[in-house]
């Protein structure tokens, strides 16, 4: 399958990094000449110097013969004039990164038809919703829904005196409808047997039915309440599409910039929240404001290391928990380290959406797990899949994979190598980074 991506910015690189990790065929055009050249120096890609925009571009063979592009330039109206070009020429899907709300709001079928748009991408919007979604979940690092909302994973660090930290899991006293799906130990993911054990700080992955998990996360709310106040520091696109969000849960939002319109922007779509010009680091602001006595505070400006600064100083003046959102990936897992609670990609979150539109089929959902180490994919067992109506223990599975929940008959299964696959099944599976081109044709039907 050959993929296109126009502009090699930030989503542009992160897409193509990963897509080229999969083995897939991937071109990258690119007018900047520096970014090119990283792309060329760092991705096993092709890159091509041009305007992505031009109609002699798009008329390319390398474009023409594509199964599907991914417009992420700077510019939404170049976005949207290249997936109208690249459909005229025959690329089979369109992807565009769309950040204005004013497109966004246009209908699917005038984007479809008319723009030539198979999908819009907008990170800010998909950052606000992950956070949304987790700060709904007081206790967990991350929390995604599978199966229409059926089955539930949940992410935790676990801490030294948990209850369930040196315990072999064939020994562990939790529900049978959960499952300890993955262990994620010193940057190493590991699919954990019986005997393996928890351990202080690991980053632990249950799986299971939506009910039974919402009532498991007590066991981990020891520390944690819900959010009943949220300081956001940043009213860019992410804070105002977020604290709207919020406070439609029921949450008390204070919003802190120093550009006095965006303040005005945010200030008009709250009712009961507040939009203050001001400067986040000014720690005589942040005190007199009751930072201490946030239950959450958001960093989301457009700058990383500020919005590190700002986590560490609303840690330090008593905010009980701090979400950081960064456009470099590589910026997780340090900021994790120096006390962050959750980090949050918005390239790798995109990132997420745009693998679940490529592999399309039966692939309902594609999670990007602890910095795409791991993906959570959701699918639908086809007909013709090699694996159903077998066991588990029959399937003959790679060990990288582990096949975490199956809904059959509207029914959540935790499953154990006695389980069989049946065609229409949805399954939740956990595989390691450069192992979904090997695993998935034992989920795809054949030809």
Same mark, same amino acid.
């Given at each position: 399958m050959r993929i296109v991506v126009v502009g090699a910015g930030k989503l542009g690189y992160s897409v193509a990094q990963l897509l080229a990790?999969?083995?897939?065929?991937?071109?990258? =055009?690119?007018?900047d000449e520096k970014r090119r050249e990283v792309v060329k120096n760092s991705l096993d890609v092709l890159t091509i110097g041009a305007n992505g925009a031009?109609?002699?571009?798009?008329?390319?063979?390398?474009?023409?013969?594509?199964?599907?592009?991914?417009? $992420?330039?700077? $510019?939404?109206?170049?976005?949207? =004039?290249?997936? $109208?070009?690249?459909?005229?020429?025959?690329?089979?899907?369109?992807?565009?990164?769309?950040?204005?709300?004013?497109?966004a709001q246009l209908s699917d079928a005038f984007l479809k038809d008319t723009m030539k748009i198979d999908m819009i991408l907008n990170p800010e919007q998909i950052t606000a919703k992950e956070i949304n979604r987790i700060l709904m979940t007081p206790a967990a690092l991350n929390v995604e829904d599978y199966a229409e909302g059926r089955v539930r994973m949940f992410e935790v660090k676990l801490r030294k005196d948990s209850p369930f930290a040196g315990i072999p899991l064939k020994k562990l006293e939790i529900p049978k409808q959960i499952l300890v799906a993955m262990i994620f130990r010193n940057n190493e993911m590991i699919i954990p047997h019986g005997d393996d054990v928890m351990r202080d700080n690991d980053h632990v992955f249950f799986v299971g039915g939506k009910d039974v998990i919402h009532d498991f996360e007590s066991e981990f709310t020891t520390t944690h309440s819900k959010a009943e106040r949220v300081i956001i520091i940043g009213a860019?696109?992410?804070?105002?599409?977020? @604290?709207?969000?919020?406070?439609?849960?029921?949450?008390?939002?204070?919003i802190i910039d120093k550009n006095k319109e965006r303040c005005q922007l945010i200030a008009q779509k709250l009712n009961r929240g507040i939009?203050?010009?001001?400067?986040?680091?000014?720690?005589?602001?942040?005190?007199?404001?009751?930072? @201490?006595e946030a239950d959450v505070v958001v960093c989301v400006t457009e700058d990383d290391k500020l919005n590190l600064l700002l986590a560490l100083l609303a840690k330090h003046l008593g905010a009980a928990k701090t979400i950081v959102r960064v456009a470099r990936n590589e910026y997780v897992e340090l900021m994790e380290k120096v006390g962050v609670d959750i980090v949050l990609s918005s390239r790798l979150l995109s990132s997420g959406e745009v693998l679940?539109?490529?592999?399309?089929?039966?692939?309902? $959902?594609?999670?990007?797990?602890?910095?795409?180490?791991?993906? @959570?994919?959701?699918l639908i067992l086809p007909e013709n899949s090699p694996i159903a109506g077998k066991r588990l223990r029959d399937a003959a599975l790679d060990k990288e994979c582990l096949v975490c929940a199956v809904v059959h008959d509207n029914e959540v299964v935790v499953p154990n190598g006695d389980t069989v696959l049946w065609p229409g099944d949805r399954v939740v599976i956990f595989v390691k980074a450069g192992y979904v081109k090997i695993v998935m044709p034992a989920f795809e039907g054949q030809e």
């Amino acid at each position: 399958m050959r993929i296109v991506v126009v502009g090699a910015g930030k989503l542009g690189y992160s897409v193509a990094q990963l897509l080229a990790d999969d083995q897939y065929d991937v071109v990258v =055009i690119e007018q900047d000449e520096k970014r090119r050249e990283v792309v060329k120096n760092s991705l096993d890609v092709l890159t091509i110097g041009a305007n992505g925009a031009s109609p002699m571009t798009m008329q390319e063979g390398f474009v023409k013969d594509a199964d599907m592009l991914l417009a $992420s330039t700077d $510019s939404d109206e170049a976005n949207m =004039i290249i997936c $109208s070009l690249a459909k005229q020429n025959g690329v089979k899907h369109t992807v565009a990164r769309i950040r204005n709300t004013d497109y966004a709001q246009l209908s699917d079928a005038f984007l479809k038809d008319t723009m030539k748009i198979d999908m819009i991408l907008n990170p800010e919007q998909i950052t606000a919703k992950e956070i949304n979604r987790i700060l709904m979940t007081p206790a967990a690092l991350n929390v995604e829904d599978y199966a229409e909302g059926r089955v539930r994973m949940f992410e935790v660090k676990l801490r030294k005196d948990s209850p369930f930290a040196g315990i072999p899991l064939k020994k562990l006293e939790i529900p049978k409808q959960i499952l300890v799906a993955m262990i994620f130990r010193n940057n190493e993911m590991i699919i954990p047997h019986g005997d393996d054990v928890m351990r202080d700080n690991d980053h632990v992955f249950f799986v299971g039915g939506k009910d039974v998990i919402h009532d498991f996360e007590s066991e981990f709310t020891t520390t944690h309440s819900k959010a009943e106040r949220v300081i956001i520091i940043g009213a860019g696109r992410t804070g105002r599409f977020l @604290a709207p969000l919020l406070e439609q849960q029921g949450l008390f939002v204070k919003i802190i910039d120093k550009n006095k319109e965006r303040c005005q922007l945010i200030a008009q779509k709250l009712n009961r929240g507040i939009a203050l010009h001001g400067d986040g680091t000014d720690i005589d602001l942040l005190v007199e404001e009751g930072i @201490a006595e946030a239950d959450v505070v958001v960093c989301v400006t457009e700058d990383d290391k500020l919005n590190l600064l700002l986590a560490l100083l609303a840690k330090h003046l008593g905010a009980a928990k701090t979400i950081v959102r960064v456009a470099r990936n590589e910026y997780v897992e340090l900021m994790e380290k120096v006390g962050v609670d959750i980090v949050l990609s918005s390239r790798l979150l995109s990132s997420g959406e745009v693998l679940r539109f490529i592999r399309r089929g039966g692939v309902v $959902s594609v999670s990007l797990l602890e910095g795409a180490k791991a993906e @959570a994919i959701e699918l639908i067992l086809p007909e013709n899949s090699p694996i159903a109506g077998k066991r588990l223990r029959d399937a003959a599975l790679d060990k990288e994979c582990l096949v975490c929940a199956v809904v059959h008959d509207n029914e959540v299964v935790v499953p154990n190598g006695d389980t069989v696959l049946w065609p229409g099944d949805r399954v939740v599976i956990f595989v390691k980074a450069g192992y979904v081109k090997i695993v998935m044709p034992a989920f795809e039907g054949q030809e």
